[in-house]
């Protein structure tokens, strides 16, 4: 099976930057990746993901700051997160479908706290 290892989440000040990382193990071929997140009292929405054809597809809200970026030779996916508002403020969870299994995983989460 695939399990997914988020790093980088943590507290930083508005207009801070942070860069999360996520890297799945278990030898999987992995294909579309990206990153979601959930602030308090609200529903999981995207920020940014590479879909199975390998496009990039940013929510709104981040667009021109945030940046994805991926490895593939090691399954990894990135986040780039400058200008950081504190309505970014968010439980950011890693995203991976794995062709070799044909499901989708998700990170145990990573805490991204933005203080203005």
């Known amino acids: 099976q695939v399990q997914l290892h988020e790093s980088g989440g943590g507290q930083v000040q508005a207009g801070g930057s942070l860069r999360l990382s996520c890297e799945a193990s278990g030898g999987s071929i992995i294909a579309g990746r990206g990153w979601y997140r959930q602030a308090p009292g609200k529903e999981r929405e995207l920020v940014a993901h590479?879909?199975?054809?390998?496009?990039?597809v940013y929510a709104d809200s981040v667009k021109g700051r945030f940046t994805i970026s991926r490895d593939n030779a090691k399954n990894t996916v990135y986040l780039q997160m400058n200008s950081l508002k504190s309505e970014d403020t968010a439980v950011y969870y890693c995203w991976m479908y794995s062709v070799s299994y044909g499901q989708a995983y998700w990170g145990p989460g990573t805490h991204v706290t933005v203080s203005s």
């Open positions: 590479f879909n199975n054809l390998g496009s990039i």
